[in-house]
C-alpha cells in the first residue's frame, strides 16, 4: 500500500509517513468513539472495519466498555469479534441496532455508497438497515463524484440458479452506460466466489454514469434472480473520511 507523507505539524517535528491502513486505523478508531456501553453494535466487514471490531474488544478487555453486543454482519467478522471478545447476537434477538461501523468502497458527495466488493453486502444491508446511527469509515481513496464513476466495480448478490441468464438481464438494464456484469471468481483456477448465504456475486461496470440511483435500485431488485445490490442510499448517517490532511467528519 502507498505510504502518505504528512507534512510535520512543527518544525521541529519530523514527518511522519502513514499508510493507507494507518488511515483506515485512525478513521475506525475515531468512529468507536461513538460506542457507549449497553449499545447494540453492527459489526462491519472488511480491512476498515476490523480495525473498529479490534478497538472495541481491546476497550472492553480493559473494562473501558461494558455490555456491549455485537452483530456481526459476515462469517469473518463474527470470528473476529469472538477472537476478541465482543459478546455476539443477531437481528432475530435484537432487531434495533444502536450503532453499526463499517467500511464502504465508494462514498459520493451525498453520502451514497457502494458497498460489497468484500462480498458481505447482503448481510451489511440488512443489519445496517436496522441500526439507528450508521458510521462509515473510509480512508480518502474512497471518495467520488457519482456512484458507478469510478471504474470499480459495483456488485449485485445473485442466486446461483441461472447466474448467466440474470447477469445478461443486468448487463441489458445498463446497456446505455456501457455496463459489463462478470461473475465475480477467485484464484488461478477463477472458481465462482461464494458468498456466506451461498449465493454469487455478478459485478457490474460502467463506462458512464447509470444517473438516477433509485431508479437503477428499484430496477436491479425487481429482476428475479437478484437477492441484492452493492448501492447502500440514504443509510449512511456519519462518514469518518481520514486523509492526508487529517480527519474529516460528514453528517447527514
Ligand atoms: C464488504 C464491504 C466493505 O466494507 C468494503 O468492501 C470496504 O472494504 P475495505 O475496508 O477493506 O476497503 O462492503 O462487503
Same mark, same amino acid.
Not at 159 to 162: D, G, S
Not at 198 to 209: A, M, Q, T, V
Given at each position: 500500500?502507498?505510504? !502518505? /507523507?504528512l507534512a510535520p505539524s512543527s518544525p521541529s517535528q519530523p514527518s511522519v509517513i !502513514?499508510? =493507507?491502513?494507518? /488511515?483506515k486505523k485512525i478513521a475506525a478508531y475515531k468512529a468507536v468513539e461513538y460506542v457507549e456501553s449497553g449499545m447494540v453494535l453492527g459489526l462491519g466487514t472488511g480491512s476498515t472495519a476490523k480495525h473498529a471490531v479490534a478497538r472495541i474488544g481491546e476497550l472492553l478487555q480493559q473494562g473501558k466498555l461494558k455490555d456491549i453486543i455485537g452483530i $456481526?454482519?459476515?462469517k469473518m467478522t463474527h470470528e473476529q469479534a469472538l477472537s476478541v471478545g465482543i $459478546?455476539? @447476537?443477531? /437481528?432475530? @434477538?435484537h432487531p434495533v441496532v444502536d450503532l453499526a461501523i463499517d467500511g464502504a468502497d465508494e462514498v459520493d458527495p451525498y453520502l451514497n455508497l457502494v458497498k460489497g466488493r468484500g462480498g458481505s453486502l447482503l448481510r451489511e444491508k440488512m443489519v445496517e438497515g436496522a441500526c439507528k446511527k450508521f458510521v462509515v469509515i473510509v480512508d480518502e481513496s474512497k471518495l467520488v463524484n +457519482?456512484?458507478?464513476?469510478?471504474? !470499480?466495480a459495483m456488485p449485485v448478490e445473485v %442466486? =446461483?440458479?441461472?447466474w448467466k441468464y440474470t447477469a445478461s438481464k443486468l448487463q441489458k438494464l445498463f446497456e446505455d452506460s456501457g455496463c459489463v456484469a462478470k461473475l465475480r471468481t477467485f484464484g488461478e483456477k477463477e472458481e465462482p466466489f461464494v458468498t456466506d448465504n451461498?449465493? #454469487?456475486? %455478478?459485478? /457490474? #461496470? +460502467?463506462?458512464?454514469?447509470f444517473g438516477d440511483l433509485k431508479a437503477a435500485s428499484d430496477a436491479i431488485l425487481n429482476l428475479a434472480g437478484v437477492v441484492?445490490?452493492?448501492m447502500f442510499l440514504d443509510m449512511a448517517t456519519t462518514v469518518i473520511i481520514a486523509g492526508e490532511l487529517g480527519l474529516t467528519v460528514k453528517n447527514k
Open positions: 500500500e502507498a505510504g !502518505l /507523507l !502513514l499508510t =493507507q491502513d494507518d /488511515l $456481526p454482519t459476515s $459478546p455476539l @447476537s443477531d /437481528l432475530d @434477538s +457519482f456512484i458507478g464513476g469510478s471504474g !470499480l %442466486i =446461483q440458479f441461472c451461498g449465493n #454469487y456475486i %455478478i459485478d /457490474l #461496470y +460502467f463506462k458512464e454514469s441484492e445490490h452493492g
